[in-house]
């Protein structure tokens, strides 16, 4: 199925660069590029694409405003921005994002977020609203314990979990299936997703939001000095979120 894209940015050469590469795509039609808020607002309504890769920082109308005044039948957004801070990652979703990527960012990456988007939007999938539901839960979640967008261990983290919730027992073969699970899909290796997802974990507990994440489990089972395995953490978040949706 080919998918409708339309582009907003007002970095006119960022824009034009994307267009380049998604019409590369079989499967990809980018049906126009806005290049401030207005335009983007406009060309939305009239072409009714299947998804929007929207910047923040635009003239005229930023990101949020456009999204605030799509209509009903809106596209689903990737919202982009070298503004990544918690703030910004958790409004985006708030006015209705479907994923958020921080620049720069590697096009291979925003090419697979198109895929998953699209897939989960296909009406012979009946988990879809489960999955983007589930998507908005791992980012505010992480928003929470103090992970921030920018970095490359929250996407493995996201992934991670995401797995660990379809297939629980992945979660015992972390380093023969899950790692190299996650690595197979962002064109990498196993250790650096380990250590990447290493890192996102020591980042949220360097930011001593310790109260945060002890309130996410709902009850007290971390210290400053204590700090879970990613293989831990990993299956804590999951099985909140399976518990949650249950």
Not at 8 to 34: P, R, T
Not at 186 to 211: L, Q
Request: one cysteine or more; glycine letters at 6%.
């Amino acid at each position: 199925m080919t998918k409708s894209i339309l582009i907003a940015d007002d970095n006119q050469s960022l824009a034009l660069s994307l267009k380049d590469f998604l019409s590369s795509k079989e499967d990809c039609s980018v049906v126009g590029v806005a290049y401030n808020g207005a335009e983007a607002l406009k060309a939305a309504e009239e072409l009714s694409p299947d998804i929007l890769i929207l910047d923040i920082v635009m003239p005229e109308l930023d990101g949020f405003g456009v999204l605030a005044a799509l209509s009903s039948k809106k596209p689903a957004v990737i919202m982009m921005s070298q503004l990544a801070s918690d703030g910004f990652v958790q409004k985006a979703m708030q006015y209705g994002a479907s994923y958020f990527l921080a620049k720069p960012f590697d096009y291979a990456v925003l090419y697979r977020v198109i895929e998953e988007l699209t897939s989960e939007q296909a009406p012979s999938k009946p988990r879809d609203k489960r999955n983007k539901t589930l998507d908005e839960k791992i980012a505010n979640l992480f928003i929470s314990v103090g992970i921030p967008a920018h970095i490359k261990g929250y996407q493995f983290l996201r992934e991670a979990i995401k797995m660990t919730i379809e297939t629980p027992d992945i979660i015992n073969a972390i380093t023969k299936r899950l790692y190299p699970g996650i690595a197979e899909r962002y064109g990498t290796s196993a250790s650096k997703v380990e250590r990447a997802i290493r890192h996102a974990i020591e980042v949220a507990w360097n930011r001593g939001k310790i109260e945060n994440i002890n309130n996410v489990f709902g009850i007290k089972i971390y210290s400053p000095n204590e700090k879970p395995t990613n293989g831990e953490f990993i299956a804590l978040i999951a099985d909140k979120l399976l518990l949650e949706s249950a």
